[in-house]
């Protein structure tokens, strides 16, 4: 298994870079305080990606490692692991990370999700010997998220307050 090259094609033209940038961190902050994604993720804009300090300070603090989904410069989604115990006990010895996903309104419902967890998962995974598994939580309403996660293999875990707690093992 390589690591990441800098850019990682997927199809139709998008490409997948794990190096950051001005001008996409720029969008990020934007795109994060559009109405649709307040509604689904309403602690992008008002906590992780409120400017750029916000996000250098959760960068360097949660030691988060991103995945940025581009086309033509324009920024598409976001991919993002640290290490973190999950909200639920799992077995002693296991070190897990947790991850959080977006595609943005332009370019969701493109079938993108899958290749680009797929791409940034073997590369976090091969960075990252020492852990064993990644989590997500998820709200239980949240179908669509619910559906990508497992179909790529995350296994439901707990459901706490109505939030989805996923597992997923190391990919082989
Ligand atoms: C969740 C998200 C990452 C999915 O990305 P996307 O581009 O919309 O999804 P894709 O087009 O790649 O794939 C969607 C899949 O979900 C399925 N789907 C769509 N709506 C669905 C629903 N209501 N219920 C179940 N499955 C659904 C599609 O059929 C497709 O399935 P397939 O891959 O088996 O064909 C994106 O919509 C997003 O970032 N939303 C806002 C933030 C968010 O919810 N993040 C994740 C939770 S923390």
Redesign the pocket.
């Known amino acids: 298994m390589n690591a990441l090259p800098k850019f990682a094609d997927l199809p139709h033209g998008y490409s997948v870079t794990h190096d950051t940038s001005d001008a996409l961190l720029d969008q990020l902050i934007e795109l994060s305080g559009s109405a649709e ?1 307040i509604a ?2 309403p602690k992008d804009a008002s906590e992780r990606f409120v400017d750029r300090a916000s996000f250098l300070q959760g960068t360097q603090q949660k030691q988060r490692s991103y995945y940025w989904l581009i086309k033509d410069d324009e920024l598409a ?1 976001i991919m993002w692991f640290h290490p973190k115990d999950p909200p639920v006990p799992l077995l002693p010895d296991t070190m897990s990370h947790t991850m ?5 309104p332009k ?8 290749p680009f967890m797929q791409i940034a998962h073997r590369d976090y995974f091969l960075q990252h010997p020492e852990a064993t598994g990644i989590w ?1 939580i ?1 709200d239980q309403s ?4 619910r ?2 996660y497992t ?1 790529f293999g995350y296994q439901p875990l707990a459901v706490i307050d109505n939030r989805m707690v996923l597992l997923l093992g190391r990919l082989a």
Not at 100 to 104: E, G, P
Not at 107 to 114: P, S, V
Not at 142 to 145: F, I, K, Q, S, T
């Open positions: 994604m689904a993720v989604g959080s996903l977006r595609i943005y370019h969701q419902g493109r079938g993108l999700a899958t997500v998820t949240n179908e669509r998220a559906h990508i179909k």
